[in-house]
């Protein structure tokens, strides 16, 4: 029998994810079951996160005394419980011991996985909250040197060696491209949100050789519909192209010398679009397990005997 | 006495202006009457632009036998008379051929300036409306070459010689500032919109040194005050330098071995922050005289004869 040992939140922005899990690391069977819900930091009034676990919780049909661990925006300024950034390089024996213990009203014990900054570079830090979590449970701890990339709203690029994150950036393509569709006149002159995959190849390639000049490529997003260099149904997808083209030829800048596949983790969306755009760049690419969040906080939990091994 | 020989129209996107010149190009003396309005082609309805055209026109108390030339976003698509772009490079000559004559209802003479483009890179077709008659206004028709710059919602820089635009660049930097500030995480985070001059030279020499991370700085102008290693009420600062900083790195790289100081053209707030920031990139400026726009149309009207020399 599959006894819960262990129930694993990932609790960010705009959503709110929950596992009970077995407390092994054998596979799949370890997640005895799974909830989610549109409940994330933003969505919750008046600070009334507890009520908001507990109703979730109750879904997952595990009992008061099973210990939480959760990662993700929870722990921010925004959230429940601030917990400090962890500096970089961290694995998962530092992020266990910097866990944060503190008990519910209910006598729940949960415990909060800190984030991590990277300061290496004093003109920009970095910061990342959950995605260190996603990243300890995607790769593989024996590896020497790797790159995992979180595609999204702030994109993240990390250096793993030996299971520790040893440094990080972050590019705002998610968000960029969202207030440009939105907000600018690249928006307006646009029409229709349908994927174009010509459109998209040709943004990435112009994004790749764009060597800085951002600022002045975005304005081509305007020219080339406006001389008929490219259809305007096409516009959007080669505004997305662009961005994620310029996001790797920028990161590949930051993180060089790594020669094996990048491990990409986020959502089949995301994941196929930078598959595509790093194999225009020429970079390898596989995609990390599922419910990579559940398995980081899984291996975070038993380093310091939450759960047994 | 003064006798008005031209009207010439500044008509753009959000502003109409509008100048009654005697047709000598002895100074400021030429200038008889001026009028402005917040009457640009985005507030003009449903077309009616000849009668906001003879409204304006009235304040100036010229005959409707006078000439009217006009440039700017009017000739676009968006406005009254689309009039085809014109090739790059172009001097005062080729514009003057190019003119677009349309008589109005009114029996009204009107004289409309193409816009230029340039074609010289595919994958990044460039254009101007209204640009091209204050750079023709600017600029020294002896100097052997030299840059102007315009900065703004959409800021170009033209390379200019023997007063011809030979190339130009455009930059999308005032309204990525403008979507950033209002509607991104970046903008929720800032507090104020007082100007901050630490602020904002810490942003122009990050914007000189990104290199090309664009993406990636637009996080520092988050972790940044995070850290408190910028303060709150400096951040829309910092990224206003930030933003200028990589247009002018980027710019650099575009237009390479321009020693002559460069031409800045626009208005005072946005000429004395260029100003600053081309200084920290060793880049000298100086400023155009006023009034460039009126000072270019007449140039055109008096190459083609439509007045006398």
Not at 85 to 104: F, K, N, V
Not at 216 to 245: E, M, Q, W
Request: a negative charge; one cysteine or more; hydrophobic letters at 45%.
């Amino acid at each position: 029998m599959n006894r819960t040992a262990l129930i694993a939140v990932d609790w960010g922005t705009t959503s709110f994810r929950a596992f009970a899990l077995s407390g092994t690391l054998s596979g799949e069977e370890t997640i005895i079951a799974r909830t989610q819900a549109p409940a994330g930091i933003m969505q919750v009034a008046d600070g009334a996160f507890e009520t908001v676990l507990e109703e979730q919780l109750q879904r997952l049909d595990a009992g008061a005394d099973v210990p939480v661990i959760m990662s993700g925006m929870i722990t921010s300024r925004q959230g429940w419980i601030e917990v400090d950034y962890l500096p970089c390089p961290a694995g998962g024996d530092e992020i266990a011991s910097a866990l944060h213990r503190h008990e519910t009203r209910a006598g729940r014990t949960v415990h909060l996985v800190a984030g991590l900054i990277d300061r290496r570079e004093p003109a920009r830090p970095d910061v990342m909250r959950g995605e260190e979590t996603q990243i300890l449970g995607a790769v593989d701890e024996t590896s020497d040197r790797s790159l995992a990339v979180l595609p999204g709203t702030h994109s993240k690029w990390a250096e793993v060696g030996c299971g520790r994150i040893l440094r990080f950036s972050t590019y705002m393509t998610g968000e960029l491209f969202a207030v440009l569709r939105q907000h600018s006149i690249l928006g307006k002159l646009m029409e229709g949100d349908d994927e174009d995959e010509a459109g998209f190849e040709a943004g990435v390639r112009a994004g790749l050789a764009s060597e800085g000049g951002l600022l002045r490529d975005l304005f081509s997003v305007r020219t080339l519909p406006l001389t008929g260099a490219l259809a305007a149904g096409a516009t959007a997808s080669y505004l997305s192209g662009l961005l994620i083209g310029a996001e790797i030829s920028s990161a590949r800048a930051v993180h060089r010398g790594l020669d094996a596949p990048v491990m990409l983790i986020g959502s089949d969306r995301l994941v196929a679009r930078y598959g595509q755009a790093l194999a225009l760049a020429s970079i390898r690419s596989e995609r990390a397990r599922d419910d990579a969040a559940a398995w980081g906080m899984l291996r975070i939990a038993r380093s310091c005997g939450i759960v047994g091994s």
